[in-house]
C-alpha cells in the first residue's frame, strides 16, 4: 500500500493554502484619503486641465515611470484596455497583420481584432515559452506591421532579438508584459524594451488595484495618443492641435483616483511582492532538482524571472508517468496546480470559425492567413503534454508552507512506482 494521498493515504497539506492578500493598512489608508477628498475620479472627457487625469493618476503614473526607469507611464483600466490602447496607438489598420503569441492569455491575441487587423500566430520556444524570433521572422508578410509579443509566466522573451528583427523589418514591438512586472533581459526592464509595454494591475497579478493596467512608453508621440484613445480623443483632437487622426476615436479607459491610490502603495512594495513569489518559486525548483524526467523552469542567461507561474516541464518518457497523473498526484497532496491555457489560442472558436467582428467573418474575409491544428508543433506539445505549473501570485505562503510544498515534491518524486502501477492500472 502506498502512502500518497490520491491512492488513499493522507495528504502533507489538507486544508487549502491561504489566498496572496496583498491590500492592508496602507491601502485602506490611502483609499479612505480619496474618499475623504469627495473626488474618486479626476478625469474631464474634454481639453482642459483634467483631460490627463486626477491628482492621484498623475502621481501613479509618474511613480511608475520613475520604478521602470522609463519616459512616459499611462495608467488604464485594464491591461487589455491597454492592449487596445497600443494597437491604437501604434496606427493599425484593417487588414493588417500581427504576429503574436498563441501561448498566452486570450486578451493579447484579440487586441489587433479591434482594429480590424488579423493575429497571425508564430511558434515558442520550448524553454521559458515566449515567441520564437525565428518563427517570427517566417510569418512576417509584407502586410505586418507590429510584433505582439508576452513575457509569459514572469520571464522575458527574447526582448533583443525581437526588437532587433523588428526594426530590420519596420515593425513596431509590444510587449503584454501583464506577468512580468521586474522581470528583466541584461539589466532592461521587460515592458520597456519595445515601443510599448503593458502591465496588469488585476487582483490575480503581482500587485494589483482591483482592476487596472499600464502602459509605458519612451516614445512621446505613443505616449500623447495613448493617452488620447484612453480618454474620447474624438472630442479633444482639434483643441489639442493633433493632425494624426488614425485610431483617434477613444474610448473611456480611464484609471479612478481610488485605484491610482492603491496603485501608488502597492508599487511601494512591489520588491516584497515580487520577492516572496521568487523564494516560493526557487524552493519548488530546489525540492525537484536532480530529478530525472521533470525540469524546473529554465531563467536564461542574463534575465530575472518574476515567477507569476512556477512552470516545470515533465518528460513523459523519462519519468515513466504522464504530467497528468503526476499532476493529480501533485495536487491531491495539496499543491494546487495552475491549469490555464490549456489550448493554443489558435484553436479557439473565433478562429477556427472566423467569427469575429459582424456577420460576415471580418476581418479574417479579407485574409488568407489560416488556423490549422499543428501550425506552432512547439506550444501543442509544451500544453497536451508537458507542463505542470503552480500560481505562486494566488498564495499567502509561510516558511512551513513552503516546507511542506517541498516534501510534497519529495514525496511523490520517492513514490513514483506507485505511480507507475496506478496509471497501468488506470489504462487496463
Ligand atoms: C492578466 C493578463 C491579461 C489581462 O489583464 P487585465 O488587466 O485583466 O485586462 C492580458 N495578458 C496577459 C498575459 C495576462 O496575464
Same mark, same amino acid.
Request: one cysteine or more; hydrophobic letters at 40%; aromatic letters at 8%.
Given at each position: ?41 479626476? #478625469? ?8 490627463? *487625469? ?13 520604478? #521602470? ?60 515559452? *515566449? ?67 503593458? &502591465? ?11 482592476? *487596472? ?37 477613444? &474610448? ?87 491549469? *490555464? ?88
Amino acid at each position: 500500500m502506498s502512502n500518497l494521498a490520491l491512492l488513499g493515504g493522507t495528504p502533507i497539506i489538507s486544508e487549502p493554502l491561504k489566498p496572496y492578500r496583498s491590500i492592508g493598512e496602507k491601502e485602506k489608508k490611502a483609499v479612505n484619503e480619496v474618499m475623504d477628498s469627495g473626488v474618486i475620479s479626476g #478625469f474631464y472627457g474634454s481639453w482642459n486641465d483634467k483631460f490627463w *487625469g486626477g491628482e492621484k493618476v498623475k502621481q501613479f503614473e509618474k511613480s511608475w515611470a520613475k520604478q #521602470f526607469d522609463v519616459k512616459h507611464a499611462i495608467s488604464v483600466n485594464s491591461n487589455t484596455s491597454g492592449l487596445y490602447a497600443s494597437m491604437a496607438a501604434i496606427g493599425i489598420s484593417p487588414g493588417d497583420e500581427v504576429i503574436v503569441s498563441p501561448y498566452t492569455m486570450s486578451a493579447t491575441a484579440m487586441a489587433p481584432l479591434g482594429y480590424g487587423a488579423i493575429p497571425v500566430f508564430a511558434d515558442i520556444e520550448p524553454e521559458t515559452f *515566449g515567441l520564437d524570433p525565428k518563427s517570427v521572422e517566417q510569418k512576417i508578410s509584407p502586410r505586418t506591421k507590429a510584433i505582439l509579443v508576452t513575457n509569459i509566466f514572469g520571464h522575458a522573451a527574447r526582448l533583443k532579438e525581437l526588437k532587433a528583427l523588428a526594426d530590420k523589418h519596420d515593425l513596431y514591438l509590444i510587449e503584454d508584459n501583464a506577468q512580468a512586472p521586474l522581470g528583466t533581459e541584461d539589466g532592461k526592464y521587460c515592458g520597456t524594451i519595445g515601443d510599448i509595454g503593458i &502591465f496588469s494591475l488585476n487582483y490575480h497579478k503581482h500587485i494589483h488595484t482591483g482592476e *487596472g493596467g499600464i502602459c509605458t512608453t519612451n516614445d512621446d508621440a505613443l505616449a500623447e495618443r495613448l493617452a488620447m484613445v484612453r480618454n474620447h480623443a474624438e472630442a479633444v483632437v482639434e483643441p489639442a492641435g493633433v493632425e494624426n487622426l488614425v485610431n483617434m476615436f477613444g &474610448f473611456n479607459l480611464r484609471m479612478t483616483e481610488l485605484s491610482a491610490a492603491i496603485g501608488i502603495v502597492q508599487l511601494e512594495d512591489i520588491d516584497d511582492h515580487i520577492n516572496k513569489r521568487i523564494k516560493l518559486s526557487e524552493a519548488l525548483s530546489d525540492a525537484i532538482n536532480g530529478l530525472d524526467g521533470v525540469t524546473a523552469p529554465h531563467v536564461r542567461d542574463g534575465c530575472k524571472h518574476v515567477y507569476y507561474v512556477w512552470a516545470a516541464k515533465v518528460d513523459k518518457d523519462i519519468l515513466g508517468i504522464s504530467r497528468t497523473t503526476l499532476s493529480k498526484a501533485l495536487i491531491t497532496e495539496g499543491l494546487s496546480n495552475f491549469e *490555464g491555457y490549456l489550448n493554443p489560442l489558435y484553436l479557439l472558436p473565433i478562429f477556427q470559425k472566423r467569427i469575429a467582428m459582424g456577420r460576415d467573418g471580418f476581418p479574417f474575409n479579407q485574409s488568407d492567413v489560416t488556423y490549422e491544428k499543428g501550425m506552432c508543433p512547439v506550444v501543442e506539445d509544451m500544453k497536451y503534454n508537458r507542463l505542470l505549473g503552480f500560481a505562486p501570485c494566488m498564495y499567502d505562503v509561510s516558511d512551513h508552507d513552503i516546507k511542506q510544498l517541498q516534501d510534497i515534491c519529495h514525496k511523490v518524486f520517492e513514490n513514483i512506482d506507485d505511480l507507475k502501477k496506478y496509471e497501468k492500472e488506470q489504462e487496463q
